[in-house]
């Protein structure tokens, strides 16, 4: 008897010295600083097409946020029967628990961690607290969960858990998971797919139905026994979802739909917006999602043409890019920066400066145009020797590609033919510093001030020569491409758009004189690769020295696509291959592609005021007054509208 005696009063002193430990612990636990108030959890950006279809998902927590209101109550009924059933009765705490779980500890000497914790208590734990396992910490959470429920509404800690707790699979939320791996909204979900999403957080890698679908299932009719004996749902509701298996899908995060646009998008907003990838935003792009991919497959037939005629390709450096851009309103449709991402990050149509050739020819003929020289103004395509041109006291003897002279040329047959040596004496006629001076003023930067640049000896890449080019297209306006259309909030609201600059450089007719001229490189000339049946396309293309890089430019009335090949360390690709040869097909494959989709597209380029047609030479050709025909014998002229 007296043995029992000093066992109870030894259990009374554990128990007396227990209750006063703890009651050290919560009045020396710091709560201050947690008002609970404020819950911004890093949400994912979204960046979709022009028609509104997802191009890719950015973040560094995958979560799209679901207000209260846009939570199913059978998930809620779901949530609470298995992890919390008397949520809405408690105050955060769970006093039996708690306890049962301190006297566990005390007896383990630390070593055992007893659960039981409320949703409260779950959620306090994964946001607030480190991931320390003592009783100290213990107390700390129930005193913090006790707090929140002082502050906040069951409603708006069941949103918030909600939207915190991880599903497995990368995703963070329900709604995240819910798009994530049944392709639904919350409001879609059946009961089955209910029950597998609350049952993850206990164990979300165990439980991720893409890859254990067996324990997800399983878990799953736990939850359903659970709502079933709790008389929550209906017998036939409860065998009918005891019999679903879902549809799961196995969706990579970001669903990158186009690679090499969301890299750019990433580039040119993350200077400004540090949030991008936590924020929330919805960017809408003016890009295309069908012309991306038909880019995007024109690109790779190019380059498994160049593979299939040169055996030995060096497919690690050989690559390419292109970009397609509405040279009316400066809209980049399609932005491709190489032939495989997967293989190489490198955006080429963005970060490459490479050597545009002959392609470059263009605006040394809008400067002559501009300065009244017209398509059948003649000029002497001769050979020339210049001293020292080459350097290292080397002389320059520039030729025309595939050799030959033709005398005195018209400005046109120049161009179709591209004429090396007719646009360098052109360009001596009109005088170096004029035409240096004149190019500067369009926009282009670094150039070199001497011959060399009449034969675009300079780096530019695909996206910033597209600029450029909207000049032919764009009358004499040169637009500034656009990426991003606009930027939404998470709330919706628009906090930036994006329109594109316009600056006139030339005349509408003057310049639409070269682009005449440009349609019959496409008829007749080196272009003619490119040419597609019952639409006018004008175009040039461009290589540089040793076929380092093959180009092609083309445009119709509606857009304009750049194309570029080459390798990667500059390395020449096969003599054979060129502008012509190379990259004019992959513009032919592109537009043919793009007329099946949008067969309504424009097919002829519209005529300005002031050009006037006349016969010269046997030969109708396009003029204006300031560029009138040679001596002005014209017949049958007319002013053309």
Known sequence: MKILKIIASLLLLMGICAAIYVSYLFASADTEGYTFKEYSPPLSTQIYDKNGRLIANIFEQHRFYAPYDELPARLIEAL???EDTAFFEHNGVNVDAIFRAVLKIIKSGGQTMEGASTLTQQFIKNTELTPERSLERKIREALLAYKMETQLSKEQILERYLNFIFFGHGYYGVKTAAQGYF?????ELSLKEIAILVGMPKAPSSYDPTKHLDLSIARANNVLVRMYSLGWISKDEYEQAMEEVPVVYDDTLTQNAAPYVVDEVIKQLGPQYADLKTGGYKITLNIDLDVQNMAREALK??????VKRDKDANLSTLNGAMVVVNHQNGNVLALVGGVDYEKSHYNRATQSARQPGSSFKPFIYQIAVNLGYSPASEVADI??????????NEDWKPKNYGGGLGGLVTLKQALTNSRNLATINLALDIGL???????????????????????GSFGISPLKFAKFYTMFGNYGSIREPILIREIRDKEGKIVAEFDSKEERVSDEAQSFLVLDMM????????????????????????????????WFVGLTPELEAVIWYGNDDNKPMRWFEGGARTAAPVFREFLSKYLEKFPDTKRKFSIPSGVRSGTYKGEREYYTPKSPLPQQRIYGGEVLF
């Open 80 to 82: 609470i029967a298995i």
């Open 183 to 187: 392709h639904k909204n919350l409001n």
């Open 301 to 306: 037939f190019g380059y498994d043409e160049i």
């Open 383 to 392: 050979s020339r020797i210049f001293e020292g041109g080459a350097g290292n």
């Open 433 to 455: 510093d004029v035409v240096h001076s004149k190019l500067v003023n369009m926009g282009f930067s670094n150039i070199p001030a001497d011959l060399s640049i009449v034969l």
């Open 519 to 550: 349609k019959n490189v496409v008829e007749k000339g080196t272009g003619r690769n490119a040419r597609v049946a019952d639409i006018e396309v004008a175009g040039k293309t461009g290589t540089s020295n040793k076929s380092v890089d093959a």
